[in-house]
């Protein structure tokens, strides 16, 4: 019997990682070429470009949210959140999502434990 619960709750954690990483890559995809291009020369982007960053950036923000969230209620386990906080903390810890993330904060003042995480992400890669 305990084997049946570790091996269904290993299906779960590989489906929703499997789940989140699509729609993270989904995300990434989303963003016109021109953007990524942008980023990875290090160009100041367009006012149009700023614009989609900032749409992608609060659904990216969002998405990463509500996985922490599923995780501090022990939705799913602490070696699944650690594959995840290392997808996080490369894409956190870039300039771009850095300086979107001070403009998008104030939409998630209603989870301060996020927020906490966000700046300890930053932090510690400063």
């Known amino acids: 019997m305990a084997a049946a619960l570790m091996l269904q709750q290993r ?20 963003l016109s070429v021109e953007v990524r291009a942008a ?8 006012p149009e470009q700023k614009a989609e ?7 990216y923000f969002s998405l990463i ?21 290392r997808d996080f903390d490369r894409t956190l810890t870039t ?5 979107e993330w001070e403009r998008q904060k104030p939409q998630f003042v209603r989870f301060p434990h ?3 995480f966000v700046r300890e992400m930053q932090e510690s890669s400063a």
């Open 114 to 116: 996020f927020i906490q």
């Open 53 to 59: 960053v900032s749409v992608l950036s609060y659904e």
């Open 65 to 85: 949210c509500s996985a922490y969230q599923l995780y501090r209620g022990r939705y799913f386990s602490g070696s699944l959140w650690d594959m995840l906080r």
């Open 11 to 30: 299906q779960t954690n590989a489906t929703i990682y499997l789940e989140l990483t699509a729609r993270l890559a989904q995300l990434y995809r989303s």
């Open 39 to 46: 980023n990875a020369r290090g160009d100041v982007l367009s």
């Open 95 to 99: 300039p771009m999502v850095r300086l």
